[in-house]
């Protein structure tokens, strides 16, 4: 499902960044470790295609991301890959409900509300389909986030460091939720941490 | 869910400063819109008004005065003329026409005009009830005079002195009589009180030196009174004559022919509006001027809040991108921003300059001889809708290329 060649980045001071091949099957859950500055959240935004990589090849789902133009990355992104971030991000004017509808839109997908309800429900935030982002905890929008992540049926999902900002409790409710999604849509699930707690329940990481 | 729907939650997220800087723009608009409708209908009333007479005659004096006085019936007359040198000038073989006027009362703020039925015939007036005076004493009154003063046919009233409301002694002695009601023209006969030269004459007779006959009215059934001069004794004067030319080369002669005399001025109406035109022009360019500022000061509000807002704004505009959305997309997205604040503040704006169009009339007597109306549109709105979104296009345009080029993979790794 991820296929990556040797991935190059170069950035404005000189710096450069190499990323040795990788390969996850469908379905596949792997953590990826660094410290910081070790450019685990470059590697999220390059399978992304939120950045370009100088060298190298990234296929995901078939399509080979590293060459796509731009607009047609944004769209492909959209609509295979799930992104999860350590903030949730939701678009603080719109309710949960209108977040997942713009998420829908933007992935160029008709609008389904049947599925957001059902994304919702399953996230267990019906209570709060009708709420702003500001109006609710922190573990709630972190939970609207990965419904948001989920509601297109991505193939692949990558968080970057989705738990680092949450409580012992919340983080573990979000590390199962995630997992869960991905066993349902047989999703690809990475997930860039430091955080030692997620090591515990995904035994498979890659270091960098 | 459209981009419409997002941008217009986000101008709701900053409910004051878009209201604000709407309310701003609606302002310059506004007053824009307002010059626009009131010299297009003060053109359009002064030419209606001043079409078909090539001259006006009377008395030395201001020739504007002349021409406010005679034809649109706002300023002062600027004085008499001598009923001889009046047959003598109508007899002039390059004269068409004249419409005779002797002015000087009023009743309740409505001039009354000594004239003949040329008049009325002049600017194609309708009697509504009623018919048209005939004898001396009888009137026919415009239509806004009907409704204001509440006169109906039939009834009787006499004049003041002067022509402002309430100046001058009560002519008590001398009822007139309303015999007829007329349409409303859109003219300056809606606002007059029409009788014969004789009533004037007659209710400004001398008492001191009067005869035995100078108080019997004239009540004949084809008086020359309504056609023509009316036969008048020695002394007997006008104010002004209505003059139509009986050709082109009159245009050129008449005036100095009239002129060269040292008692009669001739004031041309086309000359005098026009100059006119130009001394308002001067406070019009003024206030157009200074709207044009206010304009540009909300465009620059309105720039300075797009902008302030993408800076807040660049985590959402990063996390749209990492849902799909194009680059163009979020440009189309801050466009849409500005051009509905600015579709929002000319929609208002028009719609203010209209009220204030409409309510001129209400701000006094002077303002209400001017009857302004806010229901009329103009072609050039559309332009000024038009140069406004132009406007609003401009505003958004940097801050939609600062969208455009968001960097989201910096955006999002610096996380919060």
Same mark, same amino acid.
């Given at each position: 499902?991820?296929?990556?060649?040797?991935?190059? #980045?170069?950035?404005?001071?000189?710096?450069?960044?190499t990323?040795?091949?990788?390969?996850?099957?469908?379905?596949?859950?792997?953590?990826?470790?660094?410290?910081?500055?070790?450019?685990?959240?470059?590697? *999220?935004?390059?399978?992304?295609?939120?950045?370009?990589?100088?060298?190298?090849? *990234?296929?995901?789902?078939?399509?080979?991301?590293?060459?796509?133009?731009?607009?047609? &990355?944004d769209?492909?992104?959209?609509?295979?890959?799930?992104?999860?971030?350590?903030?949730?991000?939701?678009?603080?004017?719109?309710?949960?409900?209108?977040?997942?509808?713009?998420?829908?839109?933007?992935?160029?997908?008709?609008?389904?509300?049947?599925?957001?309800?059902?994304?919702?429900?399953?996230?267990?935030?019906?209570?709060?389909?009708? &709420?702003?982002?500001?109006?609710?905890?922190?573990?709630?929008?972190?939970?609207?986030?990965?419904?948001?992540?989920?509601?297109?049926?991505?193939?692949?999902?990558?968080?970057?460091?989705?738990?680092?900002?949450?409580?012992?409790?919340?983080c573990?409710?979000?590390?199962?939720?995630?997992?869960l999604?991905?066993?349902?849509?047989?999703?690809?699930?990475?997930?860039?941490?430091?955080?030692?707690?997620?090591?515990?329940?995904?035994?498979?990481?890659?270091?960098? | 869910?459209?981009?419409?729907?997002?941008?217009?939650?986000?101008?709701?997220?900053?409910?004051? /400063?878009?209201?604000?800087?709407?309310?701003?723009?609606?302002?310059g #608009?506004?007053?824009? $819109?307002?010059?626009?409708?009131?010299?297009?209908?003060?053109?359009?009333?002064?030419?209606?008004?001043?079409?078909?007479?090539?001259?006006?005659?009377? /008395?030395?004096?201001?020739?504007?005065?002349?021409?406010?006085?005679? #034809?649109?019936?706002?300023?002062?007359?600027?004085?008499?003329?001598?009923?001889?040198?009046?047959?003598?000038?109508?007899?002039?073989?390059?004269?068409?026409?004249? *419409?005779?006027?002797?002015?000087?009362?009023?009743?309740?703020?409505?001039?009354?005009?000594?004239?003949?039925?040329?008049?009325?015939?002049?600017?194609?007036?309708?009697?509504?009830?009623?018919?048209?005076?005939?004898n001396?004493?009888?009137?026919?009154?415009?239509?806004?005079?009907?409704?204001?003063?509440?006169?109906?046919?039939?009834?009787?009233?006499?004049?003041?002195?002067?022509?402002?409301?309430g100046?001058g002694?009560?002519?008590?002695?001398?009822?007139?009589?309303?015999?007829?009601?007329?349409?409303?023209?859109?003219?300056?006969?809606?606002?007059? $009180?029409?009788?014969?030269?004789?009533? $004037?004459?007659?209710?400004?007779?001398d008492?001191?030196?009067?005869?035995?006959?100078?108080?019997?009215?004239?009540?004949?059934?084809?008086?020359?009174?309504?056609?023509?001069?009316?036969?008048?004794?020695?002394?007997?004067?006008?104010?002004?004559?209505?003059?139509?030319?009986?050709?082109?080369?009159?245009? #050129?002669?008449?005036p100095?022919?009239?002129?060269?005399?040292?008692?009669?001025?001739?004031?041309?109406? &086309?000359?005098?509006?026009?100059?006119?035109?130009?001394?308002?022009?001067?406070?019009?360019?003024?206030?157009?001027?200074?709207?044009?500022? *206010?304009?540009?000061?909300?465009?620059?509000?309105?720039?300075?809040?797009?902008?302030?807002?993408l800076?807040?704004?660049?985590?959402?505009?990063?996390?749209?991108?990492?849902?799909?959305?194009?680059?163009?997309?979020?440009?189309?997205?801050?466009?849409l921003?500005?051009?509905?604040?600015?579709?929002?503040?000319?929609?208002?704006?028009?719609?203010?300059?209209?009220?204030?169009?409409?309510?001129?009339?209400?701000?006094?007597?002077?303002?209400?001889?001017?009857?302004?109306?806010?229901?009329?549109?103009?072609?050039?709105?559309?332009?000024?809708?038009?140069?406004?979104?132009?406007i609003?296009?401009?505003?958004?345009?940097?801050?939609?290329?600062g969208?455009?080029?968001?960097?989201?993979s910096a955006?999002?790794?610096?996380?919060?």
């Open positions: 499902m991820i296929d990556t060649t040797e991935l190059s #980045i170069e950035f404005a001071g000189g710096r450069k960044l990323f040795a091949p990788w390969q996850l099957t469908q379905g596949e859950v792997s953590l990826l470790i660094g410290g910081s500055g070790s450019g685990k959240t470059t590697l *999220i935004h390059l399978l992304a295609g939120l950045r370009q990589s100088s060298s190298g090849n *990234i296929t995901i789902a078939g399509a080979n991301l590293a060459h796509m133009p731009k607009a047609q &990355a769209r492909f992104r959209g609509r295979y890959i799930g992104l999860i971030f350590q903030q949730p991000h939701l678009l603080a004017s719109l309710t949960v409900t209108q977040n997942l509808l713009a998420a829908q839109y933007f992935a160029g997908l008709p609008a389904n509300s049947k599925r957001i309800a059902e994304v919702i429900a399953e996230l267990n935030l019906s209570h709060r389909a009708d &709420a702003f982002p500001h109006q609710m905890s922190q573990g709630e929008q972190q939970r609207a986030a990965i419904a948001r992540a989920m509601l297109n049926q991505p193939r692949v999902i990558l968080a970057d460091e989705p738990t680092a900002s949450l409580d012992d409790d919340n573990q409710a979000v590390a199962n939720l995630l997992l999604q991905a066993a349902r849509y047989k999703a690809t699930l990475v997930i860039a941490t430091h955080d030692g707690r997620l090591k515990n329940l995904i035994p498979k990481h890659r270091c960098l | 869910m459209n981009l419409f729907f997002i941008s217009l939650q986000y101008i709701k997220a900053r409910p004051l /400063s878009n209201l604000l800087n709407t309310v701003i723009l609606a302002l #608009i506004a007053v824009i $819109v307002f010059l626009l409708l009131a010299s297009h209908q003060l053109e359009e009333k002064l030419i209606k008004n001043a079409k078909g007479i090539d001259l006006v005659v009377g /008395s030395k004096g201001s020739p504007m005065q002349l021409i406010l006085s005679a #034809i649109f019936h706002i300023d002062y007359p600027t004085g008499n003329i001598g009923l001889e040198d009046a047959r003598a000038l109508a007899r002039h073989p390059m004269v068409k026409q004249v *419409i005779p006027m002797a002015l000087g009362d009023s009743y309740k703020g409505f001039r009354i005009v000594g004239t003949d039925s040329r008049y009325p015939e002049h600017y194609k007036a309708e009697i509504a009830q009623g018919r048209w005076w005939k001396d004493m009888e009137v026919t009154i415009g239509s806004k005079v009907a409704q204001a003063s509440g006169l109906k046919v039939g009834d009787r009233f006499a004049g003041s002195h002067g022509m402002g409301d100046v002694d009560e002519h008590a002695e001398h009822q007139y009589v309303v015999t007829g009601i007329m349409k409303p023209s859109g003219t300056v006969l809606d606002n007059l $009180v029409l009788t014969t030269i004789g009533s $004037v004459w007659l209710v400004h007779e008492h001191s030196k009067e005869d035995s006959t100078a108080h019997v009215p004239q009540v004949t059934n084809q008086p020359d009174t309504l056609s023509g001069l009316p036969p008048g004794k020695e002394g007997r004067e006008l104010t002004v004559m209505l003059i139509q030319y009986r050709n082109p080369m009159a245009a #050129i002669q008449l100095r022919f009239i002129n060269a005399q040292s008692r009669l001025q001739a004031a041309s109406p &086309a000359v005098e509006v026009a100059r006119l035109f130009r001394i308002l022009g001067v406070g019009v360019s003024v206030v157009q001027g200074f709207s044009y500022l *206010i304009i540009v000061v909300a465009a620059l509000s309105i720039f300075i809040a797009l902008y302030n807002a800076k807040e704004r660049r985590y959402d505009l990063a996390v749209m991108r990492a849902l799909g959305a194009s680059q163009t997309k979020l440009f189309a997205l801050v466009m921003e500005g051009l509905l604040i600015a579709l929002a503040g000319s929609l208002f704006g028009i719609f203010l300059g209209h009220v204030m169009a409409a309510s001129i009339g209400y701000l006094g007597e002077e303002a209400e001889q001017a009857q302004f109306t806010g229901l009329i549109f103009l072609v050039e709105e559309c332009l000024i809708l038009g140069g406004a979104l132009l609003g296009a401009l505003t958004a345009l940097i801050p939609a290329i969208a455009y080029r968001t960097d989201i955006v999002l790794a610096k996380g919060e």
